[in-house]
């Protein structure tokens, strides 16, 4: 069965163990280091594609900064700033209270097919995951990983049982096994959290680079949200 077809057994979380997570330091340390290395490659050769994008996001923005910037929560509670390409209207955090009645995924993620506040240029953006490469600065700076778990916002970990909160015991991601799954939008958070705490339990570099390149796959047939 190939990677991206991989949807695991999930456990009723009133039954569920909690998981083991081994400390695994050269796997950590080579994590480190390809990080690093692959996320100043990629700022380096996309430097300008990345400025280029910057421009188009401004002129279909006008006012508004082509990054956005946000409070995500990382290892262990950890809150830090991530970034992305604008693909929302300024002002969209706030609009959000609005349409938390329209949620169409289960439990404390808020995901929405027709969102209003995408714009025409980030609908294009989040389908070939363009808005997610300024992450790669987050990369460098050891906020996230290259694979890993997707970062929540603080408002989603306020609604997290400790069962959920295993969540956050290794560093985030840009990809992970959600992200490559297809009709991702479609899983519900509890196959979403057993997708990642199924990495986080078996997580090695042959994982990560497994990972890696469905992600290439999933980007190459615009398979994002």
């Given amino acids: 069965m190939k990677l991206k077809?991989?949807?695991?057994?999930?456990?009723?979380?009133?039954?569920?163990?909690?998981?083991?997570?081994?400390?695994?330091?050269?796997?950590?340390?080579?994590?480190?280091?390809?990080?690093?290395?692959?996320?100043?490659?990629?700022?380096?050769?996309?430097?300008?594609p990345l400025a280029l994008m910057s421009l188009i996001i401004v002129i279909d923005s006008p006012g508004a900064s082509p990054i956005y910037a946000q409070d995500r929560v990382g290892k262990n509670g950890k809150v830090f700033k991530f970034y992305k390409f604008r693909s929302m209207v300024p002002g969209a955090d706030k609009m959000l209270e609005e349409l938390l009645d329209k949620n169409e995924m289960d439990g404390p993620a808020f995901k929405m097919k027709e969102d209003p506040r995408i714009t025409r240029l980030g609908?294009?953006?989040?389908?070939?995951?363009?808005?997610?490469?300024?992450?790669?600065?987050?990369?460098?700076?050891?906020?996230?990983?290259?694979?890993?778990?997707?970062p929540p916002l603080p408002r989603e970990v306020e609604q997290y049982t400790g069962y959920q909160k295993q969540r956050l015991l290794v560093t985030p991601g840009i990809t992970c096994y959600w992200q490559v799954q297809p009709r991702r939008n479609d899983l519900t958070f509890d196959e979403w959290l057993a997708l990642d705490l199924k990495y986080i339990t078996d997580r090695s570099l042959k994982n990560d680079f497994k990972i890696l390149l469905a992600t290439v796959g999933a980007v190459c047939g615009m398979e994002g949200e």
Avoid: C
């Fill in 5 to 48: 077809d991989r949807i695991y057994d999930i456990p009723s979380e009133k039954f569920a163990e909690p998981i083991k997570v081994s400390k695994k330091p050269l796997y950590t340390v080579l994590k480190r280091f390809f990080d690093i290395v692959f996320s100043l490659l990629g700022l380096l050769v996309l430097a300008l």
């Fill in 123 to 150: 609908k294009f953006m989040r389908k070939t995951s363009i808005d997610e490469l300024p992450q790669l600065w987050n990369v460098l700076k050891g906020d996230m990983s290259l694979v890993g778990p997707r």
